[in-house]
C-alpha cells in the first residue's frame, strides 16, 4: 500500500511539473500580450470541448502492429481535460470511455459513424461559447518516416490563431527540427464543417511511423503532448501572439 501512494504522488507530482514547465515555457516567455482571443461572452464563460476522435467499434487509423487510434486519443484527450481544469477552465468531454457516442440500436456500421457524428456536433453546437480541441492521429503509410504533431483549422473566428499558439507549442516542446505550420481544414471533414464553434484537430503523430507509434503509447509523451496542446490553448485565451 505505501508503495503504491507514493508511486501515485510521484505520477502526479511528475504530471504537473511537467504541465507547469511547459506552460512556463510557451506562456510567459519572449510573448506580446494583445486582447484575449477567448472570453465570457453576454456573462457566459468559455467551454473548451474536448473531443477524443472515434472510439469503440471505430477504431480510427491503425499502425501496422495492431495499435488504434481510439485509445491514444482518449489518454491524451483525458490528460488534456485535467490540465485545462487544473488551470481553471470550463470542460467537457465528448466522450471519457473508449466507447462511440452514436444513437443505440443503429443497424450497420456505418450508421452507427454518422451518428456519432452527428451527436459529436449537436454537443459543440448545443454548448454556449464553445471552444473545440479535437484530438487525433495521422497516418501516411506511403511514407513511414513521416512523424510529428500538426494542427488543422476551421473557418470559424479564432480558430486559426489557436492553431498557431497550440502549433508552436508543439514545435517547441514536440516537433523539434522537424516543425509544422497549421492548415486549414479540408471541407469535407465532417465535424469541422458543421460546428459553428472556433476548432481544431490535433493529429499528435502518425501511426505509419514505428518509433513515434512506441512513443505515442507512453504515459510521459502523452503527457508532454497534452501539457503541449493545453498551455497553446491558454496562451491564446490570454491573448499571446505569436511570433
Partial sequence: MIILIRK???????????FLAGLAAVLFFGHTPAAPVFAARDGVPVTVVVDAGHGGEDGGATSPDGVEESRLNLEIALRVND????????????RSEDVTIADPDLGTVRQRKVSDLKNRVAMVNGTENAVLLSVHQNSLPS???THGAQVFWNRQEGAETLAETVQEALNESINAGNEKHPKPIPA?????????????????????NPEETVQLQQPD?????AAAIAAGYLRCAAGEEVP
Avoid: D, H, W
Avoid at 8 to 18: I, K, P, T, Y
Avoid at 83 to 94: D, E, I, K
Fill in 143 to 145: 511514407s513511414v518516416v
Fill in 188 to 208: 469535407t471533414i465532417y465535424l469541422m464543417k458543421n460546428i459553428t464553434a472556433p476548432g481544431i484537430i490535433v493529429e499528435c503523430g502518425f501511426l505509419s
Fill in 83 to 94: 490540465l485545462l481544469r487544473f488551470a481553471g477552465q470550463r470542460t467537457l468531454l465528448t
Fill in 221 to 225: 509523451y502523452q503527457l508532454k503532448l
Fill in 8 to 18: 501515485r504522488v510521484f505520477l502526479l507530482s511528475a504530471f504537473f511539473c511537467c
